[in-house]
């Protein structure tokens, strides 16, 4: 069974220091990984995706994530946070084989001023 | 603009009754999905469809219902079996590849009073 977790429900940083928000998962093949990031009473955005290759991807918004197959882990980074990157922010995981897509608890980011 | 249209973005009902909520998407998308987001919980999968006349049970499809006749529709409907149906539902749909991330709606509140 797939199963994604998010150690942290919040995560709180300075503005213009570097932020990293954590996901572990578990697949019973290969893994499809994802970013989103969602704003209050909205749905959600895409960030970014591990599908294969390189394992740093860089996606929307400055951010970036590593991909560790050995410690089955895909955390969420960017360099220098901005007070509007305060948001929730979910990472997903889809079995190579198939469709069905699970997400984490979610964790809130707040960047203060 | 394409995208995802979910409606109502608010819905109250009484206990004991059913509820549609619509999705409706014109992305050209093959697969679609239904979430269902609680504080503290994320997304929790109820239904997805990969192609028109199927769909699985994701984790919590006990009290739910879909229907996949048309590509573009993907409609839930929270029966009164649901024992605690109050909570936002979040649709997504995403392309044929199942590397394709996740395009979402705005979301449905439901509330049952």
Known sequence: AQSVAQPEDQVNVAEGNPLTVKCTYSVSGNPYLFWYVQYPNRGLQFLLKYITG???????????AEFNKSQTSFHLKKPSALVSDSALYFCAVRDTGGFKTIFGAGTRLFVKA | DGGITQSPKYLFRKEGQNVTLSCEQNLNHDAMYWYRQDPGQG????????????????????????????????????????????????????????TGELFFGEGSRLTVL
């Open chain 2, 43 to 98: 997304l929790r999968l109820i239904y997805y469809s990969q192609i028109v006349n199927d769909f699985q049970k994701g984790d919590i499809a006990e009290g739910y219902s879909v229907s996949r006749e048309k590509k573009e529709s993907f409609p839930l409907t929270v029966t009164s079996a649901q024992k605690n149906p109050t909570a936002f539902y979040l649709c997504a749909s995403t392309s044929g590849a199942n």
């Open chain 1, 54 to 64: 390189d394992n740093l991807v860089k996606g929307s918004y400055g951010f970036e």
